[in-house]
């Protein structure tokens, strides 16, 4: 598909492209942008997709970054074509002749065909506002009126039709998912042209800032939906071994020890008073003990799992691991944790079921959790263990017991509590994270960026 070299200078739309990939948590530096902009000079404007590709060449760092990057492109990079206009609301005839074509479409493929398909849907059947042209464009009620997920019956008999002869059956469960694919890219069509049409009236700057979908590491735990937890639990390992190799690094440095003054000191009288050989106080190497209190109930319960599937391939950095599981009792899941399986719903319905962390409701109750653990588990607290707790710190109006979280925190090394709350929450309604933080040292820990960061620079070693 080609384009026209982009309206607005080309420079503009580059670094518009590299300021919004930026603000998603893409490290990319000057020396990576002028790289970009001799790759568009040398590819020129007459191919889109080589264009797409010789940026992504250039400008990523590695293959999780590009369905976000493709997102931002289409926004500064778009199709050619006149800016999108709202159409004449189509009726039931209009709509069950733009079903059959797209139904045309898929079956024999043509993307540029899809492409101008999308655009029409958005044109006819997305637009939302009461001025002479439409006040928006929402790709959520284009695709809720055309339903093309409805059409994969049409198209398969469109496709064995073409073929003249009959398929094994494995053969019609492969064709089936490749009928699958195509209608999800005709969706992620829609959803990238209402795109365009908001950041042609909004600005492009804003829609790619606000309305495109980061990494899976920076998307809210509280935010993140099932298949977003499913793309969390493939970077659990990578992240692992990453913050393993820091861990590591940090262990060797200190394993080096501290200056011991005064024995450097009284050395340094045989040289005049110059410390030449300055005297090491070794610390024996002890790696820290680790105990987990999570909150596994509501919406929380996934940042719970990802923690936990993290401390699970992070265990040979500690020379003890312990995980306890609450939502208003108080139970040990170090054993559901190890032979666990790695889907992280999974997990939390495995821990569900055989722990007992619920009484007589089932509300989250942090008080009564904290009272129970320090009476039944205070054992598992001494003065190399560190403790974190994860939670949003929402008691449902019971006591928050903050007599139960001084004591771990007077038994542990230390103790970090981290929320999945943005700050701005603390204290709101039934939080009690202001209490909370006046005892033990609470931060905000919202994606699995600021998790991997927060475990890399907290943890003892």
Not at 56 to 81: E, I, K, M, N, S
Not at 357 to 365: E, I, N
Not at 387 to 403: C, I, K, S, Y
Request: hydrophobic share 40%.
């Amino acid at each position: 598909m080609s384009t026209a070299a982009p309206g607005g200078g080309a420079a503009e739309r580059l670094t518009g492209l590299v300021a919004a990939l930026r603000a998603h948590g893409f490290g990319i530096g000057t020396g990576e942008t002028v790289d970009a902009g001799q790759a568009l000079e040398a590819v020129g404007f007459t191919d889109r997709e080589r264009v797409r590709e010789a940026l992504a060449a250039t400008l990523l760092h590695g293959v999780a970054q590009r369905g976000v990057f493709d997102r931002v492109f289409d926004l500064y990079f778009p199709l050619g074509g006149a800016p999108g206009k709202a159409e004449a609301p189509g009726g039931p005839a209009e709509l069950a002749a733009l079903r059959e074509r797209i139904a045309e479409a898929l079956a024999a493929g043509d993307t540029a065909v899809l492409d101008a398909l999308a655009a029409e849907a958005v044109g006819g059947f997305g637009g939302f506002g009461s001025g002479p042209e439409s006040d928006g464009w929402s790709s959520y009620q284009t695709l809720s009126r055309v339903r093309p997920e409805t059409l994969l019956a049409r198209v398969r008999d469109r496709r064995r039709a073409e073929a003249g002869a009959a398929e094994p059956e494995f053969a019609d469960r492969l064709l089936d998912d490749e009928i699958r694919r195509l209608i999800e890219s005709f969706r992620e069509r829609v959803r990238t042209e209402a795109r365009r049409r908001v950041a042609e009236r909004q600005g492009r700057d804003r829609v790619a800032r606000r309305a495109v979908a980061g990494t899976a590491d920076r998307v809210d735990f509280l935010l993140a939906g099932r298949a977003q937890l499913d793309e969390l639990r493939r970077t659990v390992r990578p992240l692992a071994r990453k913050l393993a190799t820091r861990l590591a690094a940090r262990r060797r440095r200190a394993a080096r020890g501290r200056i011991d003054l005064r024995r450097t000191l009284r050395g340094s009288l045989s040289t005049g008073g110059v410390p030449v050989r300055p005297v090491l106080r070794r610390r024996p190497p002890r790696r820290p003990e680790l105990v987990l209190l999570c909150d596994v109930s509501g919406s929380v319960a996934g940042f719970a799992q990802f923690t936990m599937l993290l401390v699970r391939a992070l265990h040979d950095q500690f020379s003890r691991v312990r995980v306890f599981g609450f939502v208003n009792r108080v139970d040990e899941v170090t054993d559901l944790i190890a032979r666990g399986p790695e889907d992280p719903a999974a997990l939390g319905d495995l821990i569900l079921s055989e722990a007992r962390l619920t009484g007589w409701h089932g509300q989250s109750d942090y008080g009564t959790s904290l009272g129970e653990f320090a009476e039944r588990y205070a054992d598992a607290v001494g003065p190399r263990t560190v403790v974190f707790v994860l939670g949003d710190a929402r008691t449902n109006g019971a006591d928050p017991h903050l007599a139960a979280l001084r004591l771990i925190a007077g038994r542990a090394r230390r103790v970090h509590w981290l929320n999945p709350e943005q700050p701005s929450l603390w204290g709101t309604g039934d939080s009690e994270a202001p209490a909370y933080a006046e005892i033990v040292e609470m931060r905000p820990c919202r994606n699995a960026h600021q998790l991997g960061a927060l475990i890399g620079r907290l943890l003892p070693v």
